[in-house]
T-cell receptor, first 114, second 115 residues
């Protein structure tokens, strides 16, 4: 089984619908992140969390919210999806050790908003 | 704010040849980490190589090596003896030690490997 698991892997939805992307990890890492990937823009940080009580906005948090339900679970919500939120979304984790903060990624959730 | 720039949207290389992917970054920090991540068609992101800024020696991982020029803020990736499996999107990334320890990514370079 993957160390970082995202569900769903693919989702098509309509404008205005509420969508939740879920992430769970078995790596035991405290730090979890949500990134969005768009062609030509690379990965951009949406939200990050350093523990259950610590949630921080990234560079593109507008239109998104997150919940850290447990150390191992970090979900991303789009309260009212819009077409420009069509993208590939990645959850990632990192340790606080001396590895420089290497990110461990899930397999991505491709979201299409019609 | 820190930025990462990859100026080559696409590159191609002949199998068994060598290719270099470019990356520049901007920061006012003196201590940080730099990474190259690979994203194959499966879309799973995996770490290729990392470099600690306070280490002058360039990092090497098998066929992958970097040319780290701290003063020039340049961090290029060299792939030697290219293989078909190297075809992927490559992202350069920066992680500083301030500002929440966030990792910032470049736009990526798509590498094609010709048989």
């Amino acid at each position: 089984d993957a160390d970082v698991t995202q569900t769903p892997r693919n989702r098509i939805t309509k404008t205005g619908k509420r969508i939740m992307l879920e992430c769970s990890q078995t790596k035991g890492h405290d730090r979890m992140y949500w990134y969005r990937q768009d062609p030509g823009l690379g990965l951009r940080l949406i939200y990050y969390s350093f523990d259950v009580k610590d949630i921080n906005k990234g560079e593109i948090s507008d239109g998104y919210s997150v919940s850290r339900q447990a150390q191992a679970k970090f979900s991303l919500s789009l309260e009212s999806a819009i077409p420009n939120q069509t993208a590939l979304y990645f959850c990632a984790t990192s340790d606080t050790g001396i590895d420089g903060g290497e990110l461990f990624f899930g397999e991505g959730s491709r979201l299409t908003v019609l | 704010a820190q930025t990462v720039t990859q100026s080559q949207p696409e590159m191609s290389v002949q199998e068994a040849e060598t290719v270099t992917l470019s990356c520049t970054y901007d920061t006012s920090e003196s201590d940080y980490y730099l990474f190259w991540y690979k994203q194959p068609p499966s879309r799973q992101m995996i770490l290729v190589i990392r470099q600690e800024a306070y280490k002058q020696q360039n990092a090497t991982e098998n066929r992958f090596s970097v040319n780290f020029q701290k003063a020039a803020k340049s961090f290029s990736l060299k792939i030697s003896d290219s293989q078909l499996g190297d075809a992927a999107m490559y992202f350069c990334a920066y992680r500083g030690n301030t500002g929440g320890f966030k990792t910032i990514f470049g736009a990526g370079t798509r590498l094609f490997v010709k048989a």
